[in-house]
C-alpha cells in the first residue's frame, strides 16, 4: 500500500507528541512540516518550510495535521481545505463559537474531511469502562465523575511547559475540561445541559483554574467534570486525575496510575509505556488515517465536536449567570444528528 504523505503545520511543545506518533503508524509518511521557526520545522520532516501556504504550494500531500495554537485554526482549516487537504486539528477548535461554526462549515463546503484531534476518549483505560459500560457491566448507569488534576497551575511562574496558558482569558474549561466533557459523551451520549462553578485561584493567570460542572445528558444522566491544576494524585498520573462510574448493578473506576477496577476488584492493568498518556496520540491519529482510507466518519469528527466545544461553552455562561444553561441555547440543533 501506498504510504499516505503528511504534512505537519505548526511544531511547537505539543507537536512533538504528534510527531512521535506519526513515526509509528504503518503506511504513513510524515513528509513536510511547517513552522515559523524553520530548525524546529527541519527536526520534525525532511522538508521544511517556514509556512503552510508554501508547504501546500510545494508538496502533494494526502492529509494534514494542524497542531497550531487556536487562534490560527480558522485560517489553516480554509487553506487546507482550499487545496483539496483533508485534515485532522488540535483542539481547542478555535477561540470562538463562531469560529468553530466557520470551521465545520468551510470544510463542508469543500467536501473535505475534518476531523478534530481530540484524544482523551482514546485513551485505553476509557476504552475499557466504554466496553464494559456497553456489556452492561454496572447495568443502568446511575452517576459518575471524572476528575482532572495536575500540579502545574501554582506560584508567581505556572504552566512552564506552556507559559501561553497564564495569558489565556478562558483557560482551564476551555483548554483542559473539554477532554472530560468529550469523554463523557463518548461514554453517555450528547449533553442536554450544564450548571457550572468556575473560579481564579492563582492571581498570576488572566483565566479560571478550578472549576465542577454537572453535565446532564439527554438521557436524563447527570455526572459531574471537575479539574484543577493544585495537586498530583500520583508522581506522574497517566490520566491526568481519575474517574469513577456507578450504576445500579456496580461500579467502575480509572485509578490515577491508568488501572480500571470493577467493585474494587482490579480488571485491567495499565502496561502501556509509549507515547502520551496511555499512547492515545498514536490512537487518535491512526483511527485519522484508518476513516481516510476506508472513506468512513471520524469519532470526532469537526461536526459532532461542536457538541463538545458548546457544552464547555454553556459551561462559561452557567458560571456568569448562575443557572443551568441548555446546549440548544448555545448551538441550536445540537441535540439532533450532524
Known sequence: M???RGGLIGCGFFAQFHIEAWRRIPGVELAAACDPDIDRASDAAKRAYASADE???HEQLDFVDIATRPDSHLEMVKLATANGVPAICQKPMAPSLDDSISMVETAQKAGVPLMIHENWRWQPWYRVIAARIRAGDIGQPVTYCLRIRKNDGGG??????Q????VMPKLLMFETMIHPVDTARMLFGDIASVFARARRRNPAIAGEDACTMTLTHGSGLDGIADGHRFLDLTADSPPLGDAFFEGDRGWLQVAANGDVFANGERIWQNTVKEGYRGDS???TQAHFIDCLRAGLPFETRAADYLKSYAAVEAAYRSAKEGRAVKIEEVLPGANHDS
Open 55 to 57: 508547504m501546500l504550494r
Open 163 to 166: 507559559p501561553y496558558f497564564r
Open 156 to 161: 508567581t511562574e505556572p504552566y512552564r511547559l
Open 2 to 4: 501506498k504510504p499516505m
Open 281 to 283: 496520540v498514536r490512537a
